[in-house]
Antibody, heavy 120, light 108 residues
Framework: EVQLVESGGGLVQPGGSLRLSCAASGLTFSSYWMNWVRQAPGKGLAWVSRLNTDGRSTTYADSVKGRFTISRDNAKNTLYLQMDSLRAEDTGVYYC?????????????WGQGSLVTVSS | SYVLTQPPSVSVAPGKTARITCGGN??????VHWYQQKPGQAPVLVIYYDSDRPSGIPERFSGSNSGNTATLTISRVEAGDEADYYC???????????FGGGTRLTVL
């Protein structure tokens, strides 16, 4: 059974930093492209970032580009999201998600999410 | 950037058929995927590549994609199908993942 367990969320002041982690099990982690998807309170899903299998190719949503950094440690089966210069609008639940295999990108397995609250 | 448009809400009686649409410019040339999210839970993939069902998803869930509209169809709707549904595609020009705004399905 695939399990993705996020951690590292919490309350942070505007302008602050936070690092999320996602521990993966039940799959060959190094074979999967990975994503972060977030959801503001009462709002819809919003894609944040994706990362290829060896960690060398990244893409970011315009809203987080230059402030967030996605990375991975395949030896530890762990995905990360370093979030800097946080803003109130970054508040929400952050999901760690694997991509399914194929020509087009889709989100296959989801973690339960980690809540990030940016507030003074 | 590419935009996916969903109706905010759809209502259906138990046992009837629910259709949730996802509009986009020439969307039939894209591959559309659908997710179900129940309150307090993470999303679950219910349809991928327009019409394929992951293992464990009931046959009552089906998808289609034509022209400027992709559609998720849920037949013989049950109370347990009440949830938010999101469509999603990948914009290969920008390498960005795009979600629709979501549709709340209410079972009357």
């Amino acid at each position: 059974e695939v399990q993705l367990v996020e951690s590292g969320g919490g309350l942070v002041q505007p302008g602050g930093s936070l690092r999320l982690s996602c521990a993966a099990s039940g799959l060959t982690f190094s074979s999967y492209w990975m994503n972060w998807v977030r959801q503001a309170p009462g709002k819809g899903l919003a894609w944040v970032s994706r990362l290829n299998t060896d960690g060398r190719s990244t893409t970011y949503a315009d809203s987080v580009k230059g402030r967030f950094t996605i990375s991975r440690d395949n030896a530890k089966n762990t995905l990360y999201l370093q979030m800097d210069s946080l803003r109130a609008e970054d508040t929400g639940v952050y999901y760690c998600v694997t991509e399914g295999y194929g020509e087009y990108v889709f989100m296959e397995y989801w973690g339960q999410g980690s809540l990030v609250t940016v507030s003074s | 950037s590419y935009v996916l448009t969903q109706p905010p809400s759809v209502s259906v009686a138990p046992g009837k058929t629910a259709r949730i649409t996802c509009g986009g410019n020439n969307i039939e040339t894209k591959s559309v995927h659908w997710y179900q999210q129940k309150p307090g839970q993470a999303p679950v993939l219910v349809i991928y590549y327009d019409s394929d069902r992951p293992s464990g998803i009931p046959e009552r869930f089906s998808g289609s994609n034509s022209g400027n509209t992709a559609t998720l169809t849920i037949s013989r709707v049950e109370a347990g199908d009440e949830a938010d549904y999101y469509c999603q595609m990948w914009d290969s020009d920008t390498d960005h993942v795009v979600f629709g705004g979501g549709t709340r399905l209410t079972v009357l």
